[in-house]
Nanobody
Framework: QVQLVESGGGLVQPGGSLRLSCAAS????????MGWYRQAPGKQRESVAM???????YYADSVKGRFAVSRDNVKNTVDLQMNSLKPEDTADYYC??????????????WGQGTQVTVSS
């Protein structure tokens, strides 16, 4: 079993910054991708930022230049530094992991979500 625990959400004013953190635990033997999704009220969940085991990164166009994803392969953690936040960044943010435990197959795992609200 794999558990993902997020922290760092909250209320911030437009233009402000927040840092989200996620720690993975459990009988993980392989992690291919870690990252973040978000879901705003009334909208579909969307990919925000990902980082592969090799260090490759992906960012949604809407966050490029403002968000930065980083990963610690030893601690099995992934962080999301969010700068220049906009009201449209308001959403529940979910930690994501693609990998497997001692038993295959490779699966997708999700955290419980942390709320980010950007408002004055």
């Amino acid at each position: 079993q794999v558990q993902l625990v997020e922290s760092g959400g909250g209320l911030v004013q437009p233009g402000g910054s927040l840092r989200l953190s996620c720690a993975a635990s459990g009988s993980i033997v392989r992690i291919d991708v870690m990252g973040w999704y978000r879901q705003a009220p009334g909208k579909q969940r969307e990919s925000v930022a990902m980082v592969t085991s090799g260090g490759g990164t992906y960012y949604a166009d809407s966050v490029k230049g403002r968000f930065a994803v980083s990963r610690d392969n030893v601690k099995n953690t992934v962080d999301l530094q969010m700068n220049s936040l906009k009201p449209e960044d308001t959403a529940d943010y979910y930690c994501y992991l693609r990998g497997r435990t001692v038993l295959p197959p490779i699966r997708d795992y999700w955290g419980q979500g942390t709320q980010v609200t950007v408002s004055s």
